[in-house]
Nanobody
Framework: QVQLVESGGGLVQAGGSLRLSCVASRSISSINVMAWYRQAPGKQRELVAAMNSGGSTNYADSVKGRFTISTEDAKNTVYLQMNSLKPEDTAVYYC?????????WGQGTQVTVSL
């Protein structure tokens, strides 16, 4: 089992930056895939960025070049660095883990980008 706790959300002006953190209850290196998803009001949850245990990453087209996913194994933490934020990035951001054959979600953290 994996518990995930996110932090770092908040209110930021367009063009600003935020860094989200997700602390896992077990070693990141033991987890197949770590990812960030987001869900805006009235929309489906969508993948933002993912990293597998080999270090390969993929990003949604809408965030490429602006967002970066990274890990700090010593702290069992995955980060999402978000730069050049836009109002359309406003959403609840969820941390996700695929460990063995199960999926786990964090509780979510709100990111609001104002004009």
């Amino acid at each position: 089992q994996v518990q995930l706790v996110e932090s770092g959300g908040g209110l930021v002006q367009a063009g600003g930056s935020l860094r989200l953190s997700c602390v896992a209850s077990r070693s990141i290196s033991s987890i197949n895939v770590m990812a960030w998803y987001r869900q805006a009001p009235g929309k489906q949850r969508e993948l933002v960025a993912a990293m597998n245990s080999g270090g390969s990453t993929n990003y949604a087209d809408s965030v490429k070049g602006r967002f970066t996913i990274s890990t700090e194994d010593a702290k069992n933490t995955v980060y999402l660095q978000m730069n050049s934020l836009k109002p359309e990035d406003t959403a609840v951001y969820y941390c996700f883990a695929n460990y063995i054959v199960k999926y786990y979600w964090g509780q979510g953290t709100q990111v609001t980008v104002s004009l």
